[in-house]
């Protein structure tokens, strides 16, 4: 079979004027960027507000292995599936970031026959919507900086600034540095460090602002650092936020792509769900539900960590009520859970499947917790067995209560999910969602915090050094108590271990640091060892990504 840039390559795409026709959006609310990509002025269509919102699928999965469990590529896959039984569908996906396709996963459009297109365009520099993020977010920290050179009239504490500097790019010789050597003409030393963009709190902004005034509102919510009085401030007494809402303004509109088969996508923002809420923008889901019957979105990484934050953050925000939720499963992930050796991924193991179905059933649990009725997708590779496959139907089935669905739209496009597809509808329509958050509003913070380490993770509470209880005390003393919680940890576990596999219990989630992001209204609570800013592994993709003597990029997927 040809690889997935071989498959996208040899695809005969529409105009993007004919795939935004087969959404409903006429031609004077495009601002092509090509001819296969286009920005999307929603404010161009007509009576757009006043049109019913459609059926909101949410895809998420099991606790994934390091590779991946074709998430993206079931969610892209799904779509075309509900295109082809007669569906009026809209994808929403997020934005690959270049530190993941230029370390570990190389492209991040989906896969094999489930790709969104063009697909190197969009993994690499797209329409510039980070370029735009990453430089607004650093034009704050310059602006910061030369604050203080110029006099320092707010009186920051240079040992109390809370804002990094951020790059799109994996790099770990950058998470604790030093700025401002040379001399007095480059202004005050300070420690001071980088994380990767899509953890800057402009991204979460950027993803949950509703319109470009609200943009502009929560940029100058953003707390820079504090005061030698220890109060707080903002990036609005700093005067940036006109300037950053410049820069950000034709980012903010979603671009407009297209499945291999035709399917309308948007695919705007990008946060990471293992360090930010992981989830695309408001603005682009909420186009998609005006201008279709169905839109399918997912969530990154496991559902303890994209789908909690989906319904506790995204959906509390921005008043989005799901209809329905597919958790996408892998045999070979599912065997991992159950304690088999990477190297015999491949080979048929129902004992160590039978123990890894655990880590599903948690998963199943946890999404019924919101009122959103599941079921699961088990996304087909060449090595499962029928034996295998049939387990998990069986469980499920026996005694989770939910379908399972073989898929297998990677080989085969949206003919491989025709199936789920018809179930997703039957149970979108079924009206038996009845959504609501995991803690409302006025529960204080560690007890919301606690209440997510208990109900999702099976953990038996919080372990808290005295700085963070501190921290915990000192923002609801300031007001923050009612914002939702936003957890970083290793996505490859529901502990904060990345070694514990399964469905762990009575463990204890280590919070290492609490951060304030009041412009996108939650606090991130690091947990374990994650790092916002990742590093490239021993053989990092870029290693193999080049250009060929045709002019061709070679290695990216």
């Known amino acids: 079979m040809p690889t997935d840039i071989e498959i996208a390559r040899a695809a005969r795409l529409k105009p993007v004027t004919a795939i935004a026709e087969t959404a409903g959006i006429p031609e004077q609310a495009l601002n092509p960027y090509g001819k296969f990509i286009a920005k999307v002025d929603t404010a161009a269509i007509p009576d757009f507000d006043a049109r019913p919102n ?3 699928i949410l895809v998420t999965a099991i606790n994934p292995t390091p590779a991946g469990e074709g998430k993206t590529t079931t969610t892209v896959g799904l779509g075309d599936g509900l295109k082809r039984i007669g569906k009026n569908v809209v994808i929403a996906l997020r934005e690959p970031s270049l530190g993941p396709c230029f370390g570990v996963k190389g492209g991040a459009a989906g896969g094999g026959y489930a790709q969104i297109v063009p697909m190197e365009q969009i993994n690499l520099h797209f329409t510039g919507d980070f370029h735009a993020i990453t430089s607004a977010h650093n034009l704050l920290a310059a602006m910061l900086d030369n604050h203080i050179y110029w006099g320092n009239k707010l009186d920051l504490d240079a040992r109390n600034i809370a804002l990094r500097r951020v790059m799109d790019m994996n790099d770990r010789a950058l998470r604790a540095t030093v700025s401002s050597l040379g001399g007095n003409g480059n202004g005050y030393p300070r420690e001071d460090g980088f994380d990767i963009t899509v953890a800057s709190e402009v991204m979460a902004i950027f993803c949950l602002a509703r319109d470009l005034a609200d943009l502009e509102e929560r940029l100058g919510r953003i707390v820079v650092g504090r005061s030698r009085a220890k109060q707080p401030v903002t990036a609005a007494e700093l005067k940036a936020t006109g300037a950053m809402t410049v820069l950000l303004k034709d980012a903010l509109m979603p671009n407009l792509v297209q499945t291999l088969e035709g399917t309308p996508a948007f695919v705007h923002g990008g946060p990471f769900a293992n360090i930010a ?11 998609a539900l005006k201008l279709a019957d169905y839109v399918v979105t997912e969530a990154g990484f496991g559902a303890d960590l994209g789908a909690e934050k989906f319904f506790d953050i995204k959906c509390r925000k921005a008043g989005l009520r799901p209809d329905a939720a597919v958790i996408v499963a892998t045999v070979r992930a599912l065997k991992m859970h159950g304690g088999a050796a990477k190297e015999a991924l491949g080979q048929e193991d129902l004992h160590a499947l039978q123990a890894g179905l655990a880590n599903l059933a948690r998963h199943v649990e946890n999404i019924r917790k919101f009122g959103v009725p599941p079921i699961v997708a088990i996304n087909n590779f060449t090595s499962d067995s029928h034996a295998e496959h049939e387990l998990i139907r069986s469980f499920c089935r026996n005694h989770l209560g939910v379908e399972a669905v073989i898929c297998r739209h990677w080989a085969e496009g949206g003919a491989g999910t025709e199936e789920l597809a018809h179930k997703v509808a039957e149970l979108a329509e079924g009206g038996d ?10 529960m204080p913070l560690k007890d919301k915090l606690e209440t997510v380490a208990r109900e999702i993770y099976g953990a038996a509470g919080l372990s808290l050094g005295p700085r963070v209880a501190a921290r915990f005390a000192e923002l609801e003393a300031a007001g923050h108590g009612h914002l939702p919680v936003c957890v970083a940890k290793t996505q490859y576990s529901f502990s904060a271990d990345p070694t514990l596999r399964g469905a762990p219990s009575g463990h204890l989630v280590p919070v290492r640091e609490l951060r304030l992001s009041a412009g996108a209204g939650f606090v991130v609570a690091i947990c374990g060892d994650v790092m916002t800013m990742p590093g490239l592994p021993r053989e990092p993709a870029a290693e193999r ?6 002019g061709q990029i070679e290695g990216l997927f």
């Not at 695309?280 to 186009?287: D, E, F, L, P, Q």
């Not at 969602?433 to 006025?442: G, I, K, N, Q, R």
């Open 545 to 550: 990504i080049h250009i060929d003597a045709q």
């Open 54 to 56: 459609g059926k909101l």
């Open 277 to 287: 809420h992981g989830c695309n923008s408001v603005i682009a889901t909420r186009a």
């Open 433 to 442: 969602a009845d959504f609501a958050p995991l803690y409302p509003d006025e």
